[in-house]
């Protein structure tokens, strides 16, 4: 976790101890307490930023396929890191027969440990940059994604025993949740809100006020968010700028 982000657990365990007896959500149960903070996450995550992941998984070799993590949303990139650090990209064909069968050997071998990884088919052999106008490819093979047994088939004519997956997660999916410290506020103020809406013995007024308190700390989130993301750009723009270009 790092040090931008805090545990959902931790939020929801902040939350219960927060309440005092008379409050209008003190009888909330536990379970249906953290089931909203996750309900929470999930609403903010479409609004302020989807969560990019990357994992490298395992290829079972018998039917040339990588189970999806849990928390998969969308694809991003599917590819394998060969010998030289970068990623050979796979191409995605959602006509390829899921039933065939086509690993043999002959891709570089894999490394496992690089600070960062780069796509292979973003560079020339001069390491000059040829991102715009990039066209397509057969690139190291085709995939498609079955979402019926939740597993992306390859089609390669290498033998691949891992592929990293870059991809949007459903963050309340993932096995240890976490928030943004900015939406840390906005998430309290859902759980609340959510709590109480549907009592009938909360007073019309008081879930009105948690409605607009919680959207207040969405928009102040939100905006910090964009700003952050802003920021940071700019930072590493000019701590790395020069007349060459950057991958």
Known sequence: MSQETVAVSQVVNDFILTLAGDDYA???????????????????????????KTLELNVDATLSKVDLPVDFVALTKLGVVGADGLVYSFVKNDSLNLLKNNTQTGFPAYMDAFESYVYRDYISNTSNGRLYGLGGGKGLGEYRINFEQNRIELSTNSAIAKVLIEYVGDEALAVNPVV??????????????????????????EKARARQEYYNERRK???????????????????????????
């Open 26 to 52: 003190s009888n909330a149960t536990d379970t249906a307490i953290r089931n909203f903070a996750l309900r929470g996450i999930r609403e903010m995550g479409f609004d302020m930023g989807q969560r990019i």
């Open 221 to 247: 989130a939100n905006a910090r968010m964009k700003s952050f993301g802003k920021q940071d750009a700019l930072a590493m723009l000019r701590k790395n700028f020069r007349q060459s270009p950057k991958y």
């Open 180 to 205: 943004h410290v900015f939406a840390e506020e906005a998430l309290r103020s859902y759980m609340y809100y959510k709590i109480i809406e549907r009592k009938s013995n909360v007073p019309a007024n």
